[in-house]
């Protein structure tokens, strides 16, 4: 599991990146969604990697 949180505004950058964002669940800025550790969620990660910060966290605790 991966905890993702919003760490920079995605104001300014691409369309395609806050939209990212947005499929993520990350809608304010230190707000923190978990997700399933899947190629997906990489792939979309790595195009937003510069707003975010990413932690992974057992799936128990995810709970």
């Known amino acids: 599991m991966l905890k993702i949180t919003l760490v920079r505004s995605p104001i300014g950058y691409a369309k ?3 939209a990212t ?3 993520l669940g990350l809608h304010k800025l230190h707000h923190s969604r978990v997700h399933d550790d899947t190629p997906a969620i990489r792939g979309m990660l790595h195009k937003i990697r510069h707003l ?3 932690e992974e966290v057992p799936a128990d605790a995810a709970q």
């Open 21 to 23: 964002a947005e499929a």
């Open 16 to 18: 395609d990146q806050r």
């Open 52 to 54: 975010v910060e990413v």
